[in-house]
C-alpha cells in the first residue's frame, strides 16, 4: 500500500539566544491509510515538533525546518505553495492538540469554532455547516448539541472540552488526524472514554491518526505500529507487539523497565535509566544515549550516530549494541 | 437521604495518624460587599483511615475528589470543618500554631510542581537549610552547610549544588531538591502529593526508588497522594480510591488490584492501560459513562451512583456505610458482597 504520509530526513531547528536546538534532527517514518502511529518518547524528544512541522506550524523565528521532506500522497508541503498548503491542512490532514482548555477561542461560540473549517474548505452555507456541526457533535457523545453549540467553551468541562477539539478535527472527514497528547490532561476515566471513541470514529472514517504520547501504556492499548523518538531522532520502530515484547534499543528498554505496571503481582524494583537528557543545543559526535546507556562504549559508540538498520522485519533499530539488548525473563 | 453512621471506622489505637470522620467543605459565597454563603462544595466528606508506623498508604482518585484536600487537612494548611486527626496520639486539629510549631517538624510534605513548590529567589542551600535554621536544630552557618550537603547527597544531588538557583535545576533535580527539605526536619511522617507526576517515566522511576530507599534508611511513614494507580499500587502497602469527597475503597495494595469490590475501583483499574498490548488485547475494558458530577451539587445517596453500572434504587436514597467486607478491605458499596458484582470480579481476574 502506498504511504499516505512520508516523513523524510525532517530537521527542525530552533535559533535562540546565539544557540541552535536541534529538535528534531533527520526524522523518517510513514504511516498507512487507516492505521494508528504511535509515537513516543519523553519531554522535549522532539515529538511534538515533528507534528507542528507536518502542520506547517512552525513559528518563524525561532523555528525553522532546515532540512527533508513531508510527503502527503507524494507531494511534499514544505515546497507547496502556502495556498495550496491551506487546502489541505484541516481538511485532509487535521490536528487534536493537547491542552483542550487553552486550545479553544473563548470569546467564540462552539459553533463558530466548529463551522469556520467547514465553511473555509467544504463551501457550505452557514446553515448546512450548523448541521453538519450538529452531527459530529452528537458523534463524539455530546448530549443535546443543538443547545451546546451557542455556548461558549468556559461552560464546558474538560473531557467535554476535548470532545469539541475531536469534532473540530473530524468535521472535514480528514484522511489523517495528529493527535499530540489528546489526553494528558485528563482524567483516567474520561481518557479511556476520549481515546475509545478516538479510534472508534478514525476506523468508522478510515482515517489514519499518529498518536503523539509520553504514556506507555496508551500507546500498548492503541497503537498498531510504534516509533520511539530520544533527542530528536526516531531510534527504535515497528509493530506495537515487538517493540514491548522484543525492544532492541536500550532506551526503549529502559523506558520500559521505569514504568510500574499495575498488573504486577509481586513488586519489582523499578529500573531508572540514570541521568538524564542530552542538550539539544550541544553538538556531541556519536550515539545521543551513550551517557546513559549501560550497553554502550564509547569505542564504538561515540563517533557516529547508529545508522538504523532492520534487525528484523519491519523492526528498525538505531543502535550499534543491539544484538546484546534482551529482556530479561 | 440518611446520614452515615458513625460506626467502626477504619481505625485502631496502635496507628502512627488517624483520620476520623473528616469533613472539609469550603464555603462558596456570593456578593462582594455583603458576603453570603450560597452553598458548599463538600470536598472532603466523612472519611476515617489510619496509616501505620513505617508503612505507605496511597491515596488515588480523580481531580476534585480530595485527595489533596485530605493531605491540606493532616498538614493543617486548612482547619478542617469536623473531624479528628490524631498524630502519635493527639488530636492536632485542636492544636495552636504554638503547639502545631512543633508537630510541621514531624509531618513534612514533598509538592507536585517542582517549578513552582521552591522560590525562585532563593538559592537550593538556603532552601534546605531553612527549616533546620528557624527550629535551632543547627547552630552556626558553617553547620547549616554541612547538614545541607549530608542532606543533599541523601536525595542523590552533587553537594556543590547548594550555591545554585532553581532555575539551573532540571525538573527532575528539582523534586530531589524537594525530597532533601522535607527530609531537612528529620521527620516521621511524609505526605507526598502528586510527588512524581509532573516527571518523564525514566526520571520518575528514579524518584520511586529514591522515595523507597529513604523509608528503608529512616522509617519513614508516607501518605503517597496521586491519580496515576500504577504508581500508587507500585508503591503502597494499602491503596485508598477517593470519589467525590469519599472513600470507595481500602484494602492492601495486591488485593485492590486482584479483589476490587467497589464498581468504580473496578472502573478505575480498566481504565489504566497496561503497557503490554498482548495483556492489552485480552483484558476487559469497562467505559464509564459520563463524568465526575459536581462537588457543589453532589448525587444524593451513594455519590458514585449516577455513573455505576449495577446501581440500583436503594444506591439513589442512602449512603452506602464504609465496612469492613472481608479482613482489612473496606468498601462503601451497597452491592459490594452482592452476586453481580462477584460476576464482576470474577470476570475481571480471569481478563
Not at chain 1, 509481586?266 to 540514570?274: D, S, V
Not at chain 2, 522515595?211 to 503502597?236: M, N, P
Not at chain 2, 475503597?249 to 492501560?273: G, I, K
Request: aromatic share 6%.
Amino acid at each position: 500500500m502506498a504511504a499516505l504520509l512520508e516523513i523524510k530526513d525532517l530537521s527542525t531547528r530552533f535559533y535562540t539566544q546565539g544557540r541552535v536546538i536541534k529538535a528534531v534532527d533527520g526524522v523518517s517514518y510513514s504511516i498507512e491509510p487507516g492505521e494508528t502511529l504511535a509515537v513516543v518518547g519523553e519531554s522535549g524528544c522532539g515529538k511534538s515538533v515533528t507534528a507542528l512541522s507536518v502542520m506547517g506550524l512552525i513559528p518563524w523565528p525561532p523555528g525553522k525546518i532546515t532540512g527533508g521532506q513531508v510527503l502527503y500522497r507524494g507531494k511534499d508541503l514544505l515546497t507547496m505553495d502556502p495556498e495550496s498548503v491551506r487546502q489541505i491542512r484541516g481538511k485532509e490532514i487535521s490536528m487534536v492538540f493537547q491542552e483542550p482548555m487553552t486550545s479553544l477561542n473563548p470569546v467564540l461560540t462552539i459553533e463558530r469554532q466548529l463551522t469556520e473549517t467547514v465553511e473555509s474548505h467544504l463551501d457550505m452555507t452557514r446553515e448546512q455547516a450548523r448541521q453538519r456541526a450538529v452531527e459530529v457533535l452528537s458523534q463524539v457523545g455530546i448530549p443535546d448539541p443543538e443547545r451546546r453549540l451557542d455556548q461558549y467553551p468556559h461552560q464546558f468541562s474538560g473531557g467535554m472540552r476535548q470532545r469539541v477539539m475531536i469534532a473540530m478535527a473530524l468535521i472535514c472527514n480528514p484522511h489523517l488526524i495528529l493527535a499530540d497528547e489528546p489526553t494528558t490532561a485528563l482524567d483516567v476515566t474520561i481518557q479511556a472514554q476520549i481515546l475509545a471513541l478516538m479510534k472508534e470514529l478514525s476506523a468508522e472514517y478510515g482515517a489514519a491518526m499518529i498518536l503523539i504520547t509520553h504514556n506507555l501504556g496508551v500507546v500498548a492499548r492503541y497503537a498498531d505500529r510504534v516509533n520511539v523518538m530520544y533527542a530528536g531522532r526516531i531510534i527504535e520502530r515497528s509493530t506495537a507487539k515487538e517493540i514491548y515484547g522484543n525492544p532492541k534499543h536500550p532506551y526503549t528498554l529502559g523506558l520500559l523497565n521505569s514504568v510500574p505496571r499495575l498488573d504486577e503481582i509481586e513488586k519489582k524494583k523499578l529500573e531508572p535509566i540514570e541521568g538524564q537528557p542530552p542538550d539539544l543545543g550541544s553538538d556531541t559526535p556519536g550515539c545521543r544515549f551513550l551517557p546513559r546507556c549501560v550497553y554502550g562504549d564509547p569505542e564504538t559508540c561515540g563517533k557516529d550516530f547508529p545508522p538504523q538498520t532492520e534487525i528484523l522485519p519491519g523492526h528498525w533499530v538505531a543502535c550499534y549494541k543491539s544484538d546484546q539488548v534482551h529482556v530479561k525473563q | 437521604m440518611t446520614e452515615p453512621s458513625a460506626s467502626s471506622p477504619p481505625s485502631y489505637s496502635g496507628a502512627l495518624l488517624r483520620v476520623e470522620n473528616l469533613k472539609m467543605y469550603f464555603p462558596v459565597t456570593q456578593g462582594i460587599v455583603f458576603q453570603k454563603v450560597v452553598g458548599e462544595v463538600k470536598a472532603v466528606d466523612n472519611i476515617s483511615f489510619f496509616i501505620n508506623q513505617g508503612e505507605t498508604l496511597g491515596m488515588v482518585g480523580e481531580s476534585g475528589c480530595g485527595k489533596t484536600t485530605t493531605g491540606r487537612c493532616i498538614l493543617q494548611l486548612t482547619r478542617p470543618t469536623s473531624g479528628q486527626i490524631i498524630f502519635e496520639g493527639e488530636d492536632i486539629t485542636r492544636f495552636n500554631e504554638e503547639q502545631m510549631r512543633d508537630v510541621r517538624k514531624k509531618i513534612q510534605v514533598i509538592f507536585q510542581d517542582p517549578y513552582s513548590s521552591l522560590n525562585p529567589r532563593m538559592t537550593v542551600g538556603d532552601i534546605i537549610g531553612e527549616g533546620p535554621m528557624v527550629h535551632g536544630i543547627t547552630k552556626s552557618k558553617t553547620e547549616n552547610l554541612d547538614r545541607v550537603k549530608e542532606l543533599l547527597s541523601l536525595a542523590g544531588l552533587p553537594t556543590n549544588l547548594h550555591s545554585r538557583y532553581p532555575h539551573e535545576l532540571s525538573g527532575g533535580q528539582r523534586q530531589r531538591v524537594g525530597i532533601a527539605r522535607a527530609l531537612s526536619m528529620n521527620p516521621s511522617f511524609i505526605v507526598c502529593d502528586e510527588a512524581v507526576s509532573a516527571l518523564d517515566v525514566s526520571i520518575q522511576a528514579q524518584i520511586i526508588n529514591l522515595l523507597e530507599d529513604l523509608q528503608d534508611k529512616f522509617g519513614l511513614t508516607y501518605l503517597f497522594i496521586a491519580h496515576d494507580l500504577s504508581v500508587v499500587r507500585h508503591l503502597s502497602d494499602r491503596v485508598a480510591v477517593m470519589y467525590l469527597g469519599h472513600i470507595a475503597e481500602l484494602s492492601d495494595s495486591l488485593r485492590l488490584y486482584t479483589e476490587p469490590m467497589h464498581p468504580y475501583t473496578q472502573a478505575l483499574l480498566s481504565a489504566v492501560p497496561i503497557p503490554d498490548p498482548v495483556v492489552e488485547a485480552e483484558r476487559e475494558h469497562i467505559i464509564l459513562q459520563g463524568e465526575v458530577p459536581s462537588p457543589l451539587n453532589p448525587p444524593s445517596g451513594c455519590v458514585f451512583h449516577t455513573r455505576c453500572p449495577i446501581a440500583t434504587e436503594i444506591c439513589i436514597a442512602e449512603i452506602p456505610q464504609f465496612l469492613e467486607q472481608k479482613p482489612n478491605h473496606w468498601v462503601a458499596c451497597h452491592h459490594a458482597l452482592s452476586d453481580s458484582n462477584q460476576a464482576n470480579i470474577d470476570q475481571l481476574k480471569s481478563g
